[in-house]
């Protein structure tokens, strides 16, 4: 079984749409996060989520919302898609939060096209 | 969180043994260093973790310096599967805003 897993695979979409990314992890981890990582391949966290508590990152857009229904799934909701948001996002999950030999475990990514 | 700093790329040979040095001055006194991979089309995966010293597992080596101002990743004898991008973190504090992922470095094994 996948052990962090995020659908769909491929996303393309027109601006202005909403659009939903879904993540589960299957590890039994208290911390879910996403990334973006744009065509220059850097890789930048968004948010963190561990125990209802959610850490954003200051640059992110408020169009970006997770939604966490339980520890094991982290949903990412963007409102009125931009051209720019055009990315690869990934879920990914650790054990706890904060300290500094956490494993980051990440899910396979969702590539966003906004035409 | 401490700044690192790789090679942008390297290339190498099948069956050489390849070294990756990530550079970071001022690395805290509880980091730790840590290495993943990224193959095209997949997410970052953990490759190894050190503190000080050496490491070693079933994929590479980690050789920190005393100082811990540098760490340097070792593939034995690479294939051309190994053909990724290598990230350094140091001190991975995955707080939002404070948890980032250097430039990392393209490793291209040839034929």
């Known amino acids: 079984d996948t052990a962090v897993s995020q659908t769909p695979k491929y996303l393309v979409t027109q601006m202005g749409n909403d659009k939903s990314i879904k993540c589960e992890q299957n590890?039994?981890?208290?911390?879910m996060y996403w990334y973006k990582q744009d065509s220059k391949k850097f890789l930048k966290i968004m948010f963190s989520y561990n125990n209802k508590e959610l850490i954003i990152n200051e640059t992110v857009p408020n169009r970006f919302s997770p939604k966490s229904p339980d520890k094991a799934h982290l949903n990412l909701h963007i409102n009125s898609l931009e051209l720019g948001d055009s990315a690869v996002y990934f879920c990914a999950s650790s054990q706890d939060l904060g300290a500094t030999n956490e494993k980051l475990f990440f899910g396979s990514g969702t590539q966003l096209s906004v035409l | 969180l401490a700044k690192t700093t790789q090679p942008i790329s390297m290339d190498s040979y099948e069956g050489q043994e390849v070294n990756i040095t990530c550079s970071h001055n001022n690395i805290a006194t509880n980091d730790y260093i840590t290495w993943y991979q990224q193959f095209p089309s997949q997410g970052p995966r953990f490759i190894i973790q050190?503190?000080?010293t050496k490491v070693t597992n079933e994929v590479a080596s980690l050789f920190i310096p005393a100082d811990r101002k540098s760490s340097t990743l070792s593939l034995p004898r690479v294939s051309l599967s190994d053909t990724a991008v290598y990230y350094c973190?140091?001190?991975?504090?995955?707080?939002?805003?404070?948890?980032?992922f250097g430039d990392g470095t393209t490793l291209t094994v040839k034929p």
């Open positions: 050190g503190y000080k």
């Open positions: 590890l039994g981890h208290d911390t």
């Open positions: 973190l140091v001190g991975v504090n995955t707080n939002a805003g404070k948890s980032t």
